[in-house]
C-alpha cells in the first residue's frame, strides 16, 4: 500500500493505492474510492541481473585442452639451448622436450603429460619470452 500527497491548483490531495491489478487500480483519494483503468500496461522496473561469465571445472578445461592440444610454452624468458624432440615423437610424463638456458643456467623444459610432438615452433638459437609457445603435443 503506497501513500501519495500531491496538489491539483492548490487543491491538497492524499491518495492510498489499495491495490493494483490487471492494469486496474482500486485507488482512495481523500476518502473516496476509485477504480482507474490503465489505458497502457506501466513497466516495471527490472532489478540489474549480475552476468558472470562461466567458471570451468577441471573436466571442462580438460576437454578443451584435448580440443587445442597440449600446449608447452616457454616459463621464463630465455634461449634454446638444445632440443630433444622432433615432430611424431612420442612422450610420457617427466620427458624432457629440450633445454632453455635462463639466467646462466640450462633448464629441462618436461612434457607433463602423456602424447605425441605435434608441432615445434621455434628452433635451436632462438630468444623467446615468457609463455611464448614451443611446441605442442597432440
Known amino acids: ?3 501519495f500527497k500531491f496538489k ?16 486496474v487500480i482500486d485507488i482512495d483519494i481523500n476518502g473516496t474510492n476509485y477504480k482507474v483503468e ?5 513497466v ?5 541481473k549480475l552476468v558472470r561469465s562461466k567458471v570451468h571445472t577441471n573436466k571442462e578445461d580438460a576437454k578443451i585442452k584435448s580440443k587445442v592440444g597440449k600446449l608447452i610454452k616457454a616459463p621464463l624468458p630465455g634461449t634454446i639451448f638444445k632440443m ?3 615432430i611424431g615423437d612420442e612422450v610420457s ?4 622436450l629440450l633445454i632453455m638456458e635462463a639466467m646462466k643456467m640450462e633448464n629441462n ?5 602423456e602424447g ?15 609463455n611464448d609457445i614451443l611446441l605442442e603435443l597432440e
Open 1 to 3: 500500500m503506497k501513500k
Open 116 to 130: 605425441k610432438v605435434k608441432a615445434i615452433m621455434v628452433k635451436e638459437g632462438d630468444a623467446v619470452l615468457q
Open 8 to 23: 491539483v491548483r492548490g487543491n491538497k490531495y492524499e491518495a492510498v493505492v489499495n491495490s493494483f491489478e490487471n492494469n
Open 109 to 113: 623444459i618436461q612434457a607433463q603429460a
Open 84 to 86: 630433444k624432440v622432433k
Open 44 to 48: 516495471k522496473p527490472k532489478t540489474p
Open 38 to 42: 490503465l489505458e497502457q500496461e506501466l
Open 93 to 96: 610424463p617427466g620427458d624432457t
